[in-house]
């Protein structure tokens, strides 16, 4: 079945210093990749989500591009907030898979003033 | 436009008692799904209904869990009886409007009902 591998956290980061996080996935259909956060004490909520090769999303200065030939979604920041400490999952929907969610094991960034 | 409403927020129970959640999908959304979150994993999908019929239950543990949804609006997922390994947040998410693709719509979720089993 599909798969995503994201990177092992946990993330520390200054404020204003640059964000990236690594998502690769294995598929037998054709997903689409998403990023979801989890703030502290609140739910899931999407953060952004592609839906063809080489588009890229983007929300609140984050975005992501899907690299079909690489199987990747990376999730970049150029100048990170305290505000943004959270997890991060890197996620697919396979309509192989009926369509359900497959997420990575989660990624804890914690920014410091 | 409100959110997925899922209760109770917290639960605690001994090994071998059952307990049950509920969820309430975003209106108008057809699929409804239910995820395990052990800690410091990802969710993984328990089952999921497309209106009141089963789409994919073959991660749910059967022999302990079961799950409904009733008329296609909210729906129940129940663990009886209950082992320490249940220990989770249970989270529940709905997507799939009329006329939109499977593999792109979004899930929403709802806040999550936190179980722990003692």
């Known amino acids: 079945g599909d798969s995503v591998t994201q990177m092992e956290g946990p993330v520390t980061l200054s404020e204003e210093a640059f964000l990236t996080i690594n998502c690769t996935y294995t598929?037998?259909?054709?997903?689409?990749p998403f990023w979801y956060v989890q703030y502290p004490g609140e739910g899931l909520q999407l953060l952004l989500k592609?839906?063809?090769?080489?588009d890229k999303g983007s929300n609140k200065g984050f975005e992501a591009t899907y690299r079909k030939e690489t199987t990747s979604f990376h999730l970049e920041k150029g100048s990170v907030q305290v505000s943004d400490s959270a997890v991060y999952f890197c996620?697919?929907?396979?309509?192989?898979?009926?369509?359900?969610?497959?997420f990575g094991q989660g990624t804890e960034l914690s920014v410091k003033p | 436009e409100a959110g997925v409403a899922q209760s109770p927020r917290y639960k605690i129970i001994e090994k071998r008692q059952s307990v049950a959640f509920w969820c309430n999908p975003i209106?108008?959304?057809?699929?409804l799904y239910w995820y395990q979150q052990i800690l410091g994993q990802g969710p993984k999908l328990l089952i999921q209904?497309?209106?009141?019929?089963?789409?994919?239950d073959s991660q749910l543990p059967k022999d302990r869990f079961s799950a409904e949804r009733l008329k296609g609006v909210d729906s129940t997922l129940k663990i009886q009886p209950a082992k320490l390994e249940d220990s989770a947040v249970y989270l529940c998410?709905?997507?799939?409007?009329?006329?939109?693709?499977?593999?792109?719509?979004?899930?929403?979720f709802g806040p999550g009902t936190r179980l722990t089993v003692l």
């Open positions: 209904f497309q209106n009141n019929g089963v789409v994919d």
């Open positions: 598929a037998t259909g054709y997903p689409s």
């Open positions: 998410a709905s997507s799939f409007r009329e006329g939109t693709s499977i593999r792109t719509d979004t899930q929403y």
């Open positions: 592609a839906t063809k090769a080489d």
């Open positions: 209106s108008g959304h057809a699929t």
């Open positions: 996620a697919l929907s396979d309509p192989a898979e009926g369509g359900k969610l497959i």
